[in-house]
């Protein structure tokens, strides 16, 4: 499968600009032995309804637990330390969740849930099917694997 994968040092985190609607953005982490470490979407169902899903734990998306910034273009923040991922939108928090027996409900990854987040995640993966970037920054220094992927 195509996509971008990029490896970056020890401060994790990716921002990633979209205009539009309907659209997803997907980002899969890896330790450095590319063992997954578990992977987080975000879901534009219409102007006003965006929600999330931390992969292999949650079985359903969810809404944000605050009021995005109404801006038409945003600007993400997505980064992972241990079993916790925050985001910010527009350089405002929106979301700091950690992975837990509580918000991981998912019954196919009740017992893989812990092993998925409880690797440190220093890679990510953008599958072909992330849509939502015009663009997109990854920590310095970074290395490009695969620039096959394409933003449509």
Not at 18 to 41: E, M, P
Not at 61 to 89: E, H, N
Not at 124 to 148: E, Q, R, V, W
Request: charged share 20%; glycine share 6%.
């Amino acid at each position: 499968s195509s996509g971008i994968n990029a490896e970056w040092p020890l401060r994790p985190g990716t921002s990633i600009s979209f205009v539009g609607n309907r659209q997803n953005i997907k980002i899969w982490f890896y330790d450095t032995d590319l063992y997954q470490a578990g992977s987080f979407y975000i879901w534009f169902a219409s102007t006003y309804s965006v929600k999330y899903l931390l992969g292999e734990c949650m079985r359903y998306y969810t809404s944000f637990p605050v009021s995005l910034p109404a801006d038409q273009q945003r600007t993400w923040m997505i980064s992972k330390r241990g079993k916790t991922i925050k985001v910010y939108c527009n350089g405002k928090m929106v979301l700091e969740v950690a992975a837990s027996s509580e918000i991981c409900d998912n019954p196919e990854y009740s017992t893989t849930w812990a092993t998925y987040y409880g690797r440190e995640a220093n890679t990510i993966y953008l599958p072909i099917t992330h849509t939502a970037s015009d663009s997109y920054y990854i920590g310095n220094p970074f290395k490009i694997k695969n620039m096959k992927a394409k933003f449509a």
